[in-house]
């Protein structure tokens, strides 16, 4: 199983960037999809999550401006990055949990990078 994911860039402070991941490979089912970043001398942290039961959580520095959803058909979760502010600046990475035939694990994309910066 891999994932790969795409969409960052440099946006000014209020602009808007949509990333995506997508995971190919021998998959059953694919869990929880979230979105994770890590910032320059600081903890990765939790941004977004999708369940596969349909809910999403927030981190409370981005709700209300950033949007998850997932496309089950395609293997593939987004997030839509709306007013963006500098404190945004991170690498973002993707991770999902998935089960194949074998087992079940978490997986991670290769990170990209978003950087908010007028």
């Known amino acids: 199983v891999q994932l790969q994911a795409s969409g960052g860039g440099l946006v000014q402070p209020g602009g808007s960037l949509r990333l995506s991941c997508a995971a190919s490979?021998?998959?059953?089912?694919?869990?929880?999809m979230d979105w994770y970043r890590q910032a320059p001398g600081k903890q990765r942290e939790l941004v977004a999550r999708?369940?596969?039961?349909?809910?999403?959580n927030y981190a409370d520095s981005v709700k209300g401006r950033f949007t998850i959803s997932r496309d089950n058909a395609k293997n593939t979760v987004y997030l839509q990055m709306n007013s963006l502010k500098p404190e945004d600046t991170a690498v973002y990475l993707c991770?999902?949990?998935?089960?194949?035939?074998?087992?079940?694990?978490?997986?991670w994309g290769q990170g990209t990078l978003v950087t908010v910066s007028s």
């Open positions: 490979g021998s998959i059953f089912r694919i869990n929880y």
């Open positions: 999708s369940t596969n039961g349909g809910s999403t």
């Open positions: 991770s999902m949990l998935i089960t194949t035939t074998t087992t079940t694990l978490d997986y």
